[in-house]
């Protein structure tokens, strides 16, 4: 399932995060990646350690906050854990990203583990600031390339193969980060998607007619069936 969430952040929101991250120190985005992923990964990550830890916290905050208060993301992910969000730059000679495959299993503190069923990237540069730079995934029948205007966040599976192709002018600036879903399966967190999207058009529509009722029993006990908490 590939949701995209528009205007996640908002324009205030995205201004600050943009001047922080034009202002912030970049360190070797090889730094955090695994074994695989190390030998095609070249592009910066914030430094979140030392003078501009405060500066990555803020923007950590800021971006899980948006998360939380956006009804469609909380419909698409039904998140159980969120890794708190990182950022990346791709310009110059540091400009993208090979394929890969996220890590099934992160650890966002010592001795806690989650599982990464859902990928997620913000996009907070303009595309009209950088050529190149999309998020390439593979998919059935083939590849979707995506490139995203600031503010705007996908959400998509992940175990999928993916990359982020060479950015030839500007800068490509980005959030990433993780979630472990309170329904693992793919296929029935998307029933579960398209069921709560169609009841809140219903409801829209009908207001909490009986038949709204009944089906909203229904996602929430298949909800019950599939959840681990």
Do not use: C
């Amino acid at each position: 399932m590939f949701v995209q969430i528009p205007d996640l952040l908002s324009a205030d929101e995205l201004r600050q995060a943009q001047q922080r991250l034009e202002q912030a120190d970049w360190v070797d985005g090889g730094l955090t990646a695994g074994g695989q992923a190390q030998q095609v990964k070249n592009n910066q990550q914030l430094d979140g350690r030392g003078t501009q830890a405060p500066v990555g916290k803020a923007l950590q905050s800021m971006v899980l906050a948006a998360a939380q208060r956006h009804p469609l993301f909380f419909s698409a992910a039904l998140p159980k854990r969120v890794l708190p969000p990182m950022f990346n730059r791709y310009a110059g000679s540091t400009n993208a990203y090979g394929d890969h495959v996220d890590q099934a299993i992160r650890y966002p503190t010592d001795g806690e583990r989650m599982r990464t069923d859902l990928s997620a990237t913000l996009f907070l540069a303009d595309p009209a600031d950088y050529d190149g730079g999309e998020l390439v995934i593979e998919d059935s029948p083939g590849p979707r390339r995506i490139k995203l205007p600031a503010g705007h966040l996908l959400l998509y599976p992940g175990d999928r193969v993916h990359r982020v192709e060479p950015v030839t002018r500007g800068a490509r600036l980005a959030s990433f980060f993780w979630v472990e879903s309170l329904v693992r399966g793919h296929d029935q967190r998307r029933l579960l998607f398209e069921l709560d999207r169609n009841l809140m058009r219903l409801r829209e529509r009908h207001g909490d007619s009986p038949e709204t009722i009944g089906l909203t029993g229904t996602y929430h006990n298949l909800l019950r069936l599939w959840a681990e908490t």
